[in-house]
Every structure is written in C-alpha cells, then in structure tokens.
Antibody, heavy 121, light 107 residues
Framework: EVQLLESGGGLVQPGGSLRLSCAASGFTFSSYALSWVRQAPGKGLEWVSG???????????YYADSVKGRFSISRDNSKNTLYLHMNSLRAEDTAVYYC???????????WGQGTLVTVSS | EIVLTQSPATLSLSPGERATLSCRASQSVSSYLAWYQQKPGQAPRLLIY???NRATGIPARFSGSGSGTDFTLTISSLEPEDFAFYYCQQRSTWPPLFGPGTKVDIK
C-alpha cells in the first residue's frame, strides 16, 4: 500500500524558513517523480514544485513561478523521503502542503494527508 | 498560460440523482485532463485521468468525457459519500494546473 506522510509544518514568521518532509512507503521510491501541492485555507489546489525520479533526467527540479528562488525541493532515495525547503516565507504561503506521487504524464495518483504551514507574525 | 474554468461553482443535488460537472480550458489540452475528489479535511483523490480513464479502485458510477477544451465528469447516481469538492487538472502544458473546483452538496 502506497503511503505518504508529511511532517514539518508549523507557525513561522514572515521572512522565516521551514523544511517539510514526506516519508514514503509502498512503492519503489527512487523510480517515481514526486511533487508538492498546496492549498490555502478555503481555496483550491496549487502545484508548487516537483522532482523527477531515476532515469535520464533523474533529480531534475521544477518550481511554480510563485515560489521560484525561495523554495527548494530535494529527495533522499536512501531514506525514501522527499523534502521541501522553504525560505523567505510570506503570508500568502500559508497553506496545507501535500506531497504527491506523480503518475504517468503529470497526474497525482497518491497524496499524503498534508501538513499545515502558517506564516504570521 | 492555460486557464481552467469549472462550472457550476456549486451543484446542489439529492442522493440518487445524476451529477454533471464541467471543466473548460482556455486552449486545447488534448485529452490530458484529470479529475480529483476532495472531502473536507482530506487529501484529494484521483478519479479520472486522460479525460476518460478511471483510476484504480474508482467506482463505475464516475465517468469522464471530452477532449480539446471541453470536459465533463459525470456521476451517474450520487451516493452519500460523493458529496465533496471536485477539481480538474491539466497536464498538457507546463506547469500542471488545477481548476477552481465545483462543490457538490446535498439539496
């Protein structure tokens, strides 16, 4: 059974930093692309960042314009863990952050339960 | 950048009724469109991918159709557990993008 478990969310001041983690199990972690998708309170879904799996472009990273230069995605295939390093956080980054496994193409076939990040003074 | 529009914003129906949800893209996304269901406090769940293919474990009452710019998610007979938010998502162009969602609530 595929499982994704996020952690690391919390309250942070504007301009601060936070690192989210996503522990995965139930699939060959290194083989699959993964993403972070966020949802602001009462709002819709926004893709944030992605990282490719093993293969020709293994480890290639992608970012939404809204977070480019501030967020960094990485993975540790030896620990089956995905990370999102978030710097220079803004109030508009407040959201539940989900990690998601990427299916063929770029759909999201499995999701974690999410971790809440609140940026406020 | 592609814009996805979903209609209606809210659909009020009774259990057993048929639900028809629309997703329209500002330019063609071919058949590269998915549908997700999200219940309050839960993560989204993939229902349909590539416009018409049901994801693993999704009941047959959910079906998707369309191509190009106009897509439809149909729930043939609403079960109590189907009252939720539904989002479409395109993967035709980068970045992957979600629509604003349709809420299906109990009439």
């Amino acid at each position: 059974e595929v499982q994704l478990l996020e952690s690391g969310g919390g309250l942070v001041q504007p301009g601060g930093s936070l690192r989210l983690s996503c522990a995965a199990s139930g699939f060959t972690f290194s083989s699959y692309a993964l993403s972070w998708v966020r949802q602001a309170p009462g709002k819709g879904l926004e893709w944030v960042s992605g990282i490719s799996g093993s293969g020709g472009d293994g480890g290639t990273t992608y970012y939404a314009d809204s977070v480019k230069g501030r967020f960094s995605i990485s993975r540790d295939n030896s620990k089956n863990t995905l990370y999102l390093h978030m710097n220079s956080l803004r109030a508009e980054d407040t959201a539940v952050y989900y990690c998601a496994k990427v299916a063929a193409g770029y759909y999201f076939d499995y999701w974690g339960q999410g971790t809440l990040v609140t940026v406020s003074s | 950048e592609i814009v996805l529009t979903q209609s209606p914003a809210t659909l009020s129906l009774s259990p057993g009724e048929r639900a028809t949800l629309s997703c329209r893209a500002s330019q063609s996304v071919s058949s590269y469109l998915a549908w997700y269901q999200q219940k309050p406090g839960q993560a989204p769940r993939l229902l349909i991918y590539d416009a018409s293919n049901r994801a693993t474990g999704i009941p047959a009452r959910f079906s998707g159709s369309g191509s190009g710019t106009d897509f439809t998610l149909t729930i043939s007979s609403l079960e109590p557990e189907d009252f939720a938010f539904y989002y479409c998502q395109q993967r035709s162009t980068w970045p992957p993008l979600f629509g604003p969602g349709t809420k299906v609530d109990i009439k």
